[in-house]
């Protein structure tokens, strides 16, 4: 499978459903590589599920440049999107310093930012004119959970589902190839699906959009606690590898 570019993403809107895993690791990264998974993102939830933090937010534009080399090492034939963390684009100066560090120091193809407001049109239109791609994110934002109050399914009336709608717009004008609509719920993530002429990438958002992303951890079920509830794991390798790591105590405790 050749690497996609973005005017791949743009075309396949309306003609095949997108997959994208999150990856952290390098050997993660060469399993990937080999299948037909269509982008990978480096995303901040690394924090969570790698670096054990509570939020995303302690992560900085460090973490996310040496978990995306790794990534792009182990993965050379794919489409690479890295996170932009918390605090990295607070302003347009610090925006487009982080941003192009990001970008060359990785190796990616594209980065990714929450947010959909003017400002954040702004940025993004910035980006993207110095030869950035940017992939916007819309619905729940992990790196403003504090300020939203929690995690919860977004647009659920018609005052939130009107904003995120104008959001996604707004995206769309300042040259974002692709949204991710987290937690937005499926009947507006199919509206903006629908009035959108770049693809969106659902996690919790139901399945009338233009694609699908995972938290590949959650898919594999590594950790201890359950995956979210819009997540249904394929394995459950906590376990695995937790009767494997007793299998070898036992093993050398009992071996002559």
Same mark, same amino acid.
């Given at each position: 499978?050749? #690497?996609?570019?973005?005017?791949? /993403?743009? #075309?396949?809107?309306?003609? !095949?459903?997108? &997959?994208?895993?999150?990856?952290?690791?390098?050997?993660?990264?060469?399993?990937?590589?080999?299948?037909? $998974?269509?982008?990978?993102?480096?995303?901040?939830?690394?924090?969570?599920? /790698?670096?054990?933090?509570?939020?995303?937010?302690?992560?900085? +534009?460090?973490?996310?440049?040496?978990?995306?080399?790794?990534?792009?090492?182990?993965?050379?034939? #794919?489409?690479?999107?890295?996170?932009?963390?918390?605090?990295?684009? &607070?302003? /347009? %100066? @610090?925006?487009?310093?982080?941003?192009?560090? *990001?970008?060359?120091?990785?190796?990616?193809?594209?980065?990714?930012?929450?947010? =959909?407001?003017?400002?954040?049109? !702004?940025? +993004?239109?910035?980006?993207?004119?110095? =030869? +950035?791609?940017?992939?916007?994110? *819309?619905?729940?934002?992990?790196? &403003?959970?504090?300020?939203?109050? =929690?995690?919860?399914?977004?647009? #659920?009336?018609?005052?939130?589902?009107?904003?995120?709608?104008?959001?996604? !717009?707004?995206?769309?004008?300042?040259?974002?190839?692709?949204?991710?609509?987290?937690?937005? @719920?499926?009947?507006?993530?199919?509206?903006? &699906? %629908?009035?959108?002429? /770049?693809?969106?990438? =659902?996690?919790?958002?139901?399945?009338?959009?233009?694609?699908?992303?995972?938290?590949?951890? %959650? $898919? *594999?079920?590594?950790?201890?606690?359950?995956?979210?509830?819009?997540?249904?794991?394929?394995?459950?390798?906590?376990?695995?590898?937790? !009767?494997?790591?007793? %299998?070898?105590?036992?093993?050398?405790?009992?071996?002559?």
């Amino acid at each position: 499978m050749k #690497k996609l570019t973005t005017r791949d /993403i743009r #075309k396949f809107k309306g003609q !095949k459903k997108l &997959s994208v895993l999150t990856c952290y690791d390098f050997q993660t990264a060469q399993i990937i590589n080999e299948s037909e $998974l269509d982008m990978i993102l480096v995303g901040d939830s690394l924090g969570n599920v /790698i670096l054990g933090y509570e939020t995303t937010i302690p992560v900085t +534009i460090d973490n996310m440049i040496l978990f995306g080399q790794a990534v792009r090492r182990g993965a050379p034939n #794919k489409f690479v999107i890295v996170d932009m963390p918390f605090g990295s684009y &607070s302003d /347009i %100066d @610090e925006a487009t310093h982080n941003g192009i560090k *990001l970008f060359q120091q990785t190796q990616a193809e594209a980065i990714k930012l929450e947010g =959909g407001s003017s400002w954040h049109a !702004k940025l +993004i239109e910035h980006l993207t004119l110095n =030869g +950035i791609p940017v992939m916007g994110h *819309l619905g729940l934002r992990p790196q &403003s959970v504090h300020a939203m109050g =929690g995690y919860y399914t977004h647009g #659920k009336d018609d005052q939130s589902s009107q904003l995120i709608l104008e959001e996604a !717009k707004r995206l769309e004008e300042a040259g974002c190839f692709a949204i991710v609509l987290e937690c937005v @719920e499926k009947n507006l993530a199919q509206q903006i &699906s %629908d009035s959108l002429s /770049i693809p969106t990438i =659902g996690i919790g958002s139901g399945s009338m959009v233009d694609g699908q992303v995972l938290v590949i951890n %959650d $898919l *594999l079920h590594e950790g201890v606690k359950d995956p979210p509830r819009f997540c249904t794991p394929l394995a459950n390798l906590y376990q695995t590898k937790k !009767k494997v790591i007793e %299998d070898y105590i036992n093993n050398t405790k009992t071996s002559s």
